[in-house]
């Protein structure tokens, strides 16, 4: 028999959900990385997930499907990144508030990955990426573009 399988690699994050819940669980990545060497980061996978994810919750066994679109941003563990570090060197960061559907407010720096020339806050959120990054509290989180009602920049880093 042919084995079709593709190895993962669970990844305990907690998904801030639009309707204000919050899941804390297991969601399920490739072990390698279609881009480079090594497993697949969080920000990678953001950009490729289905719309309807499978997610292990911590608390129980039984494995649930979550529409992603209905997820305002996951939240991943202290100390993993959402994207290589090494392609983050020399990019300025912006201490921004998200204020977002559901009514909830994250605070936190967001790297503005662009070129020199398009480095404004307005320009990282009319990239083609679905996703950004916000670190908060040394945790990152990858945020749904689509859920952001308004931002209000504080300054740089």
Wanted: glycine letters at 8%; a negative charge.
């Amino acid at each position: 028999m042919n084995d079709y399988s593709v190895p993962i690699a669970p990844l305990r994050v907690t998904m801030l959900l639009t309707d204000g819940r919050t899941i804390d669980g297991d969601v399920f990545l490739p072990a390698k990385s279609p881009l480079r060497d090594g497993p697949m980061l969080a920000g990678e996978w953001a950009k490729v997930a289905p719309p309807f994810i499978p997610v292990r919750p911590a608390v129980g066994h039984e494995v649930m499907i979550v529409n992603r679109h209905q997820v305002v941003a996951f939240a991943l563990p202290v100390g993993v990144p959402a994207e290589d570090p090494v392609e983050l060197l020399d990019t300025p960061a912006q201490h921004v508030a998200l204020e977002m559907t559901g009514g909830l407010r994250l605070e936190g720096l967001m790297a503005v990955a662009m070129p020199r020339h398009q480095r404004r806050v307005v320009d990282w959120l009319n990239a083609q990426d679905a996703h950004l990054t916000l670190e908060v509290d040394g945790r990152a989180h990858l945020v749904t573009k689509a859920h952001i009602v308004r931002i209000i920049e504080l300054g740089g880093a």
